[in-house]
């Protein structure tokens, strides 16, 4: 079977290109996939007759149950035969139905083989969960064949309809396949039969699997998105919508019944939904004048019908049921033929509008008439066979098979009524409509028809021997029945049922041509409304929780994040009470002075008008934060912080001088307000927190071991430098790629392309004045800017300035600093070149590439980490080196000083490149709109 | 202090090794030892400063004098206290609004290090403070406080004529401290 | 030595009080960063008192740091404050 | 073997400084990177094929011995993630070459996009492999560091909207998941997550729920969970293509990835996990509404995005091996899928002009071989079997079945309307903007950034994705082995801490 | 008294007087009218504050290691603390900032509105 | 451990004025909330880990030294939040030079939905023949 699949999807495959070679007759040649699946079915008839079931099993998800597992028995052999033959027929019909110019037809053989390939997985499938992916590739397929023609706007909508609605009931078909499989250990229905639950969870499952069935069957109350997808073309109707998948979930039904039958839930929900579907049907099909929509009626109406039947649950039903499964592929196929013929050769489908049909088409009439002879049940064909192997089956029941009973009889009648409706829409003569002429309905054409009509008239004769090979289905039922299909059984109560059918009937016909009253009964709500409804209810609740939740507004978000923060940090609080009591007020009182000045200064930040006033403050709290640092014995952070606070106080100062010097928005008092209380909720509740895990530390820390093995291994006495570059240096090789990001995101910030700042040709700087120069380029600044003290000054420290940082790069091993603040010290001495001399000057101080220094520092500090790798070590591993030389005397060295370099490049490159972008290039901008503005005098620039 | 002068082969060498010095010097005073190691060290790393970040050479005409930097520090410290006290007088002395004067004064010198310095000397001494500079006539315009009238601004101004003067006996050439002494200062005199 | 210590953290907290005030007060940026400047020497005093205090020169780097590279928030400020184009 | 752990971090970092180095030379920058994403991607198979085979390979970086150093940890997951957002990485550096996205600004002084993506890179392998919490942080700022960059590159003035967005949001976090290592640590005194293991267990409970919640927080945030989740979508779609199809593959993963190697390693018996069911629940929900109510591909796709983090988290919260297991499955597959669809919707872009459903129309005639690249990773995405979004929600809906609680249950339903609404979001897409007729056919033509004919390289790398994507259906079976054997050895720690520590356990 | 304790005294005085110092600023920071007046104010922890808690702290170190480190600590403080407050004081006086009631004289507003001193030709040294 | 209490209210301050900061429309105030939740963030690690003298081996004993862990920590810290805030502040020069401000604005896609909301309308229906060309 994997084998058949197989051809099905690679023929699918290969099918655009097939017909893009072959035209249409590529449809034929396609046509042979799926009579392969019809051969190699009739190739197991006599296993099928001894009762025997074909397997093969291959591995697949195995932890998820899943496993490639088919298993034909009589059911799904009867299903390969319909598919395939019938997908077989509608392939050829294609050939002749679509013209060559038709867009999209490789595509469309494609799918439809595709399709084909799938309906045969899902009928084939031993697995449940193989078979759902069986039975969602149909829907799938289908919702590409429905859309076949997009353009159209019903088509489009008719499409996503039906993917939907079966999609919805697949997915509870899906749970209800999980809830059994999980219970049973296993997902082959061959074992799931054997380990079955019970009570509640099992009617829960069944209703689930029903909901998947009944959707994909187009029954009451999904039965709507069938007659929409009539939009598809009619070939795809023919085998979508009459032989294959509306008869997955008949199949579904058919196959869980043996076993499911007797579920609390089984019954009640069959037997109604089936009914209502069946007689809603059949009398919305006598509404029709679209010819095709009759017929789509007319599927749902015998839809309902099988349902009934076949989930009856009990041996005759199901027997009369296989029997009326065939018997319907076949007819409602080579009905929906015709109606792709008449509609192909006379351009309508409308009834008012076909009148002559009869005469002038007569070998279609016949084959129409012997279809919907089956359809209507007259003897002899397949359709009265099991129409009447029905009538008997519920005859025997109980009340509520009586009830049935009366249900299917109403509805055979009303199917009679539409029937006649159908013949004498499509070929009679009327008198108010001028006749159509066909001509010339090629023999190829009418075949697929002819031999599904005549399939049904062998089938009713033959009824006999089919007994045999459907009775294998039917046998799974334990009951006694005893029924034996056959075309003529004697005058038995059946009979007169079925004559009193045709006659009814034919009376409910001949009263609807008469009168119009009756098109005012209908549904007060029927499914298609509760779709749309449906759609109409979710898109408003879509739009009002996105409109609730998603706000727009980043305060908003910030605000939920730290709403949640103090929900479920304070219930953490709230729940550990009592808190516990150890505390020290301070390790130092000198700590309260940091700690009043920070408090301040924090608090007046938040209140500041001016943006330069509240960085002044916030930047009072990092130094405070830094003498906190001081007493707390963490001298390497105090330097370090220093530092940052006054790289970052230039920093603001470059952005700021741009920007208005006061906030643009004075806030609300009331938006204050929250913000003060979350400010406040979240500063408590970290608080708490904070107080609350260091209190209950029993723990030492693992830094308490790092003493001795920092001098021994990482040969340094300065702990902390001794952390970063070495026993930490993996986090410190992170932060430096951190910041050189950081940087060079800065750079892509400032310098982006923009048409409003393309840059002129830089103009060459001003020729040095001769004499004593104190910088490479102060005389290129504006002579206002310009103030000789600083630039003496500046050119009497920057070495020195430069010097320092190499000392505290070295000396950091051992001593507070290291590379972060070396780099940082000299990356402040080009922050003064440039204060003093401006852009040119820090041209001149650093004339390279930022990146370069960035890369460059990057490639050291990693290159120290994948020598030590090649030298044998791990990554990052440092050795000690010493040495005793002449003069020099004991020389200790640590490799991870080299770390430390490439530290201090990417410190230095990154300042270079803040520099360069806040700098340099904030005051190009400034300059070229100052150029600008001095073209334009009567702009006025504030 | 030149800005004509031919930089020769020698001045450069002169320049490079003074600046060497002076970095040298720092370098061991942050270390703090002094070593064979951290002198070549030193010498190392003040020349792959130097190499790495150029700036234009500072030729330094004057020589340094001892007793005139010895002079010089004196009278800054004597300075530095004394206003410094006054200064915390004038602050705690509450309801008195302390008035105050800018000055312009030229140098009589015209020089950038001369300029700074005098500048710096003068500023570090609290009460009195650079607000501008004019490079070209070589002029300190000063912010004095606490300098009640027109004498007390004249006598401010003599002093930093003095400062200067000190500075410049201190660390400048001859030709400098020629400029010292009988020359008027340059520019518009002071108005009436 | 322990008076000492107490006087000057007295001291020194009632003068950085004094100069907090002036920072949040103002009433121009160049006031805030004057009063900055002050608070800075402060802090250098500071801790500087406190390596006397405690006879630890581990902090002392701090201080160079400080003294060479503390003056430059004053100048960019000072630099790129408004008007400050002659 | 292990000198292999730190190799993918080591070697996209490597490439970023050499592409720093190399800004004037961007054939050889391109170069650069190609190679150190191919050799990361193959270091992590080996790392895979390592690790299936034994148990977790361990690196004491520095030789300094856990817990006083760093260690690297490449366990199964760790591996498997490691793989998967290699061949991500890679296939959208691909995309981005052929979308002819060189540095081509000369004007910026500093190469950005290739050192950017690799740092990238780095940020997100590190993460992966972090034994140790405050590296996890390192790894996360690394990453968010470099997305940071990447999605506000070319600085307009909606990416600089809505970049800050997301850059502020994600600030946020960063400082909540830091302030939630200062708290561990002040409580635990270590950072080592194996060590962590057994000292957070003698905290007092509630405690430990604090600790917890502060890192779910943190996290939380960066997986996109509701109600943290609202910054995404609007802040990913404007950024260039391949820059939001890797943030949303792969970014919002790294969360997930943090929340499963701490929900299970740090937290196993927490009471958090119904918090997170609940989480999960809203988060599929609100998110797959959201994506309902737009109408714009790359909007509806992060809503999308948002929701289908809630299937993760529902593995997750269930806390047993089969949901575990899911869970990393559905990681696996939405990461490959997820950054598929967003290459496509950078195609449909530039065929169509924009990616406003009201303004697309007639692509699958226009470019069917564009409709190929969507409509299968959106099949996949909105879990048609047989695709490995199915496969992902079916182990997912086993585990809840099999677990059977109240909560577990309205997952389970949760799920499938989740699943549902998506089809339904994406049919809507396909409906409109390939199958609809458009209204002004030539419109497509006058946009500038629009071809008729799409770069190849640019449809490769989305195809190798689509096959990648739809193979994981082939290899399921190895695949769920793998993630079961993950999952397995993440609920029992146990061999995740003797690998760190070796015998004794501290 | 042992050297020792002379040095403490000696170290004490300095700190204190520093300490001092550094309150008078603050006092003046906040109580003199204008901005120049105030910036006179702050000079004083800047240098001589300074200078005085360097030496009380050499006197309590009393090893050349650190000696060293404070006294470049001074000459670093000498050499730019004045650089800040001139930029500052012009940036001050450019601004506008200066009460013009409280100044004796401006020579430089007579020198502003007047173009400035006359350039001077400086004669080449050497 | 014993907590410092001194630490723990500052830690609360700075986190609360931080949020309060952050949680403003203007992103020069956003940026100074976050450098303020920095500083906070730094406390609260170093309150967790030992109070003592410098880490430097000779110059404290070693059960007196404050933990150097929790320093490493924090000087990591402060180094990505320089990162952090100088990439801000580009963003917010980029914000004023593209919008004259740096006000973070909503975003328009999600208000026009809110809109919606607000009016109880529903879904746009995109498939709406009015919006679709003419088939081929
Ligand atoms: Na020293
Ligand atoms: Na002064």
């Not at chain 1, 080299?898 to 806040?918: A, E, H, K, M």
Request: charged share 15%.
């Amino acid at each position: 079977m994997l084998v058949l699949l197989t051809v099905h999807l690679i023929a699918a495959m290969l099918a655009p290109p097939l017909v893009r070679w072959l035209g249409l007759r590529a449809f034929s040649v396609l046509a042979l996939v799926p009579a392969a699946g019809l051969g190699w079915a009739l190739t197991h008839t006599a296993a099928m007759r001894e009762g025997r079931a074909v397997a093969e099993v291959y591995p697949w998800a195995g932890r998820l149950g899943l496993e490639l597992a088919f298993r034909m028995t009589t059911l799904s052999w009867l299903m390969v035969l319909l598919v395939g033959g019938v997908g077989a027929l509608a392939l050829v019909y294609c050939g002749r139905y679509f013209t060559a110019a038709e867009p999209g037809s490789g595509r469309f053989a494609g799918v439809f083989v595709g399709f084909a390939g799938a309906m045969l997985g899902l009928i084939v499938s031993d697995n449940l969960i193989v078979l759902y992916v069986f039975w969602e590739l149909t829907t799938v397929f289908s919702y590409l064949l429905i859309g076949h023609d997009p353009s159209s706007r019903a088509a489009r909508r008719a499409a996503l309809q039906a993917l939907i609605v079966t999609t919805l009931g697949g997915l509870a078909m899906l749970v209800g396949v999980i809830m059994l499989g999980e219970h049973a250990g296993t997902y082959r229905w061959s074992q799931v039969v054997g380990a079955l639950p019970d009570g509640g969870y099992l009617a829960v499952a069944v209703i689930l699997l029903l909901l998947g069935a009944l959707s994909k069957s187009a029954i009451f109350p999904f039965s709507f998105w069938l007659p929409a997808a009539m939009a598809a073309p009619t070939p795809v109707s023919a085998y979508l919508h009459a032989a294959a998948m509306v008869k997955a979930g008949v199949f579904l039904v058919a196959l869980l019944g043996p076993a499911l039958a007797d579920a609390a839930s089984w019954r009640p929900t069959v037997l109604i939904a089936g009914t209502v579907t069946l007689l809603f049907g059949g009398w919305t099909a006598l509404r029709q004048h679209d010819l095709k929509l009759l017929l789509a009626y007319g599927t749902v109406s015998q839809l309902g019908l099988l349902v009934v039947v076949l989930g009856a649950g009990f041996r005759d039903a199901a027997l009369a049921g296989a029997m009326m499964l065939l018997a319907h592929a076949m007819f409602k196929a080579a009905l929906f033929f015709v109606v792709g013929i008449i509609d192909h050769t006379t351009g309508t489908r409308d009834l008012r509008e076909l009148s002559g049909l009869r005469r002038s088409a007569p070998a279609l009439w016949v084959v129409t008439v012997l279809a919907a002879a089956s359809m209507a049940g007259v003897p002899p064909l397949a359709g009265f066979v099991g129409k009447e192997a029905i009538f008997e089956a519920f005859l025997h029941g109980g009340r509520w098979e009586q009830l049935v009973l009366a249900g299917v009889v109403s509805g055979s009648a009303l199917t009679v009524a539409y029937t006649l409706r159908f013949l004498w829409g499509a070929f009679s003569d009327k008198p108010a409509v001028a006749p159509r002429t066909v001509h010339r309905v090629s023999w190829a054409f009418l075949a697929p028809a002819a031999l599904l009509a005549a399939g049904g008239l062998v089938a009713g004769l033959g009824a006999a021997p089919l007994d045999g090979l459907l009775a294998g289905y039917a046998g799974l039922y334990s009951d006694e029945g005893g029924y034996h299909l056959a075309v003529w059984h004697g005058l038995t109560p059946a009979l007169a049922l079925s004559a009193l059918v045709l006659a009814a009937g034919a009376a409910v016909f001949g009263l609807t041509l008469r009168t119009r009253w009756w098109r005012r009964l209908r549904l007060p709500m029927d499914g298609a409304t509760g779709y749309e409804r449906s759609a109409d209810g979710l898109g408003r609740l879509a739009v009002e929780v996105t409109g609730a939740t998603q706000r727009g507004s980043l305060p908003v978000y910030l605000g939920t994040i730290l709403l949640v923060l103090v929900v479920l940090g304070g219930g953490a609080l709230v729940a550990g009470r009592p808190w516990p009591g150890r505390f020290h007020l301070w390790d130092n009182p000198l700590q309260l002075v940091p700690a009043a000045v920070l408090v301040v200064a924090a608090v007046f930040a938040t209140r500041a008008r001016r943006r330069l006033a509240a960085v002044v403050l916030v930047g009072v709290t990092g130094y405070a934060t830094a003498v906190l640092f001081v007493l707390h014995g963490a001298p390497d952070l105090a330097l370090t912080q220093f530092l940052v606070e006054t790289c970052t106080m230039v920093m603001f100062v470059l952005v700021l001088r741009r920007l208005p010097g006061h906030f643009s928005v004075r806030p609300l008092v009331a938006s204050r307000r929250i913000r003060v209380a979350i400010g406040i909720a979240v500063g408590a509740v970290v608080s708490g927190l904070a107080y609350v895990a260091t209190a209950g530390r029993q723990a030492t820390a693992i830094s308490t071991a790092f003493g001795e093995p920092a001098v021994s291994y990482g040969g340094g006495r300065n702990i902390v430098n001794v952390t970063l570059v070495d026993i930490r240096a993996w986090d410190t090789m992170g932060e430096i790629s951190v910041l050189l990001v950081a940087a060079i995101g800065v750079a892509s910030m400032v310098f982006g392309g923009s048409p409003r700042l393309l840059r002129p040709r830089r103009p060459p700087p001003p020729t040095p004045p001769r004499g004593q120069v104190w910088l490479m380029a102060g005389h290129t600044l504006d002579a206002g800017l310009r103030s000789p003290i600083l630039e003496v000054v500046t050119r009497l420290v920057f070495h020195t300035i430069v010097l320092f940082s190499v000392y505290l790069l070295f000396a950091g091993h051992n001593a507070p600093g290291g590379g972060f603040a070396g780099g940082l010290v000299v990356g402040l001495a080009l922050v003064l070149r440039y204060l003093a001399g401006g852009r040119h000057e820090l041209d001149a101080a650093a004339p390279v590439d930022a990146g370069a220094v960035l890369g460059t520092g990057l490639f050291i500090a990693l290159g120290t980490g994948l020598t030590a790798m090649f030298l044998g070590g791990e990554v990052l591993q440092s050795a000690l080196l010493d040495w005793h030389l002449p003069v020099l005397g004991h020389v200790h060295f640590v490799t991870s000083t080299f770390f430390d370099v490439g530290v201090y490049l990417v410190v230095i490159g990154v300042i270079l490149n803040i520099l360069r972008s806040l700098g340099a290039e904030i005051d190009r901008h400034e300059q070229a709109e100052r150029v600008a503005a001095e073209a334009r005098p009567e702009e006025e620039l504030v | 202090m030149s800005r004509t002068a031919p930089a020769t082969a020698r001045t450069r060498w002169r320049d490079r090794i003074v600046t060497t010095a002076v970095l040298v010097t720092g370098w061991m005073l942050l270390w703090g030892v002094f070593s064979w190691a951290n002198l070549i060290s030193g010498i190392l790393v003040s020349a792959v400063v130097l190499a790495v970040f150029p700036l234009p050479p500072v030729t330094f005409a004057g020589r340094p004098r001892p007793l005139g930097l010895l002079r010089l520090a004196g009278r800054f410290l004597t300075d530095l206290v004394a206003a410094s006290g006054q200064l915390a007088v004038l602050a705690f002395r509450f309801g008195h609004q302390p008035r105050s004067a800018i000055i312009r004064v030229p140098l009589r010198v015209p020089s950038d290090l001369v300029l700074t310095l005098t500048g710096e000397a003068v500023s570090l001494v609290p009460g009195s403070l650079i607000v501008d500079t004019d490079q070209a006539s070589t002029t300190l315009y000063i912010h004095v406080i606490g300098v009640s009238d027109r004498a007390a601004v004249e006598k401010f101004r003599r002093s930093v004529y003095e400062t200067e003067a000190r500075i410049v006996r201190a660390i400048g050439s001859d030709a400098e401290i020629s400029m010292l002494d009988g020359r008027a200062p340059a520019g518009r005199e002071h108005h009436p | 030595m322990i008076i000492v210590g107490i006087t000057v953290s007295a001291l020194l907290f009632a003068a950085v009080s004094l100069v907090l005030v002036r920072i949040v007060r103002g009433p121009t940026t160049l006031d805030r960063i004057v009063a900055v400047d002050v608070l800075l020497a402060i802090v250098v005093c500071a801790i500087a008192a406190e390596a006397a205090y405690t006879r630890d020169a581990t902090s002392l780097p701090i201080l160079v740091v400080l003294s060479i590279l503390g003056f430059i928030g004053s100048v960019s400020v000072a630099r790129f404050s408004p008007r400050s184009r002659r | 073997m292990t000198w292999l752990v730190p190799l993918p971090v080591v070697i996209p970092l490597v490439g970023a400084a050499v592409t720093l180095l190399l800004r004037r030379h961007p054939n050889l920058q391109r170069s650069v990177s190609l190679l150190a994403l191919s050799a990361t991607l193959a270091v992590a198979v080996a790392l895979l094929a390592l690790t299936a085979g034994g148990g977790p390979l361990v690196v004491d970086v520095g030789g300094w011995a856990a817990p006083l150093g760093i260690v690297l940890v490449a366990d199964r997951l760790a591996a498997l993630m490691l793989v998967v957002s290699a061949a991500v990485t890679l296939c959208v550096l691909v995309y981005s070459i052929g979308q002819g996205l060189a540095d081509g600004d000369d004007a910026t002084p500093v190469s950005v996009y290739h050192p950017a993506y690799l740092i990238l890179t780095a940020g997100v392998t590190n993460a992966f492999l972090a034994g140790d919490l405050f590296n996890l942080y390192v790894g996360f700022e690394i990453l968010l560091a470099a997305s940071y960059v990447l999605i506000t590159i070319g600085a307009t003035e909606s990416r600089i909207r809505d970049g800050t967005t997301y850059v502020v949001v994600s600030l946020l976090s960063s400082l909540i998941f830091l302030t939630a290592i200062g708290l561990i640590y002040a409580a635990t005194g270590t950072l080592n997550l194996a060590q962590l293991a057994g000292r957070l267990d003698a905290l007092p409970e509630s405690l430990q729920l604090g600790l917890q919640s502060m890192l779910l927080l943190a996290f939380g945030i960066k997986a996109a969970v509701f109600p943290l989740s609202a910054w995404l979508p609007d802040s990913y779609p404007t950024a260039i293509a391949p820059v939001t199809a890797v943030f949303a593959g792969l970014l919002t993963k790294v969360g997930v990835y943090a929340i499963i190697r701490t929900q299970t390693l740090l937290f196993p018996d927490g009471p958090a996990s119904g918090i997170v069911l609940v989480a999960a629940l809203l988060t599929m929900i609100v998110g797959i509404l959201g994506a309902v109510a737009q109408s714009d591909i790359k909007r509806l796709l992060s809503f999308t995005l948002v929701s289908h983090i809630g299937y993760m988290l529902f593995g997750i919260g269930l806390a047993t091996d089969a949901g575990l297991s899911g869970a990393i499955f559905y990681v696996v597959h939405h990461i490959i899928i997820q950054t598929t669809l967003f290459l496509a919707a950078g195609l449909i872009e530039r065929r169509g002009g924009t990616t406003t459903l009201d303004r697309l129309g007639g692509l699958a005639r226009l470019a069917p071989v564009l409709g190929v690249l969507f409509f299968l990773p959106a099949l996949n995405l909105a879990g048609i079997p047989p695709f490995s979004g199915f496969l992902g929600k079916l182990g997912l809906l086993q585990a809840g079945v099999a677990a059977d609680g109240v909560l577990a249950w309205l997952l389970v339903g949760g799920s499938v309307v989740t699943s549902l609404l998506t089809l339904y979001a994406i049919g809507r897409v396909w409906n409109l903007a390939f199958w609809r007729t458009p209204r002004e056919p030539e419109a497509a033509a006058a946009s500038p950034v629009t071809g008729r004919v799409l770069p190849r390289l640019m449809v490769g790398a989305t195809l190798a994705l689509v096959v990648l994507g739809t193979g994981l259906t082939v290899v399921s079976g190895p695949l769920f082995d793998v993630t079961s054997r993950a999952a397995a050895e993440l609920r029992d720690r146990e061999p995740y801490v003797r690998a760190v520590f070796g015998e004794e356990t501290p | 008294m042992t050297g020792q304790t002379v040095a403490d005294i000696l170290a004490g005085t300095c700190l204190i007087s520093g300490a001092l110092l550094s309150l008078a600023a603050g006092v003046g920071l906040l109580r003199f009218p204008d901005l120049l007046s105030r910036m006179h104010a702050a000079t004083k922890p800047q240098v001589l504050g300074l200078l005085l808690i360097l030496a009380g702290t050499a006197l309590r170190l009393q090893n050349t290691i650190d000696i060293t480190t404070l006294v470049l600590i001074g000459v670093f403080q000498l050499v730019t603390a004045p650089v800040a407050a001139h930029m500052i004081g012009r940036a001050v006086y450019r601004s506008g900032q200066v009460r013009a009631d409280l100044l004796v004289v401006d020579e430089l507003a007579d020198d502003r509105t007047n173009g400035g001193p006359e350039p001077r030709h400086r004669s080449p040294e050497r | 451990m014993s907590p410092n209490l001194v630490l723990v209210i500052v830690v609360g301050v700075l986190f609360a004025a931080g949020v309060t900061l952050l949680l403003e429309r203007n992103l020069t105030r956003v940026i100074l909330g976050i450098t303020l939740l920095g500083n906070g963030v730094n406390l609260l690690i170093l309150l967790g880990g030992a109070y003592g003298g410098p880490p430097i081996v000779g110059r404290t004993p070693e059960d007196e030294m404050s933990d150097p862990l929790t320093q490493a920590m924090i000087l990591t810290a402060i180094v990505i939040t320089l990162g952090m805030t100088a990439f801000l502040l580009a963003m917010a020069y980029r914000s004023w030079l593209l919008t004259g401000h740096d006000d973070v604005q909503d975003d328009v896609e999600d208000r026009r939905i809110m809109q919606r909301a607000e009016r109880d309308q529903g879904l746009e229906d995109e498939d709406d023949p009015t919006t679709e060309g003419t088939p081929r």
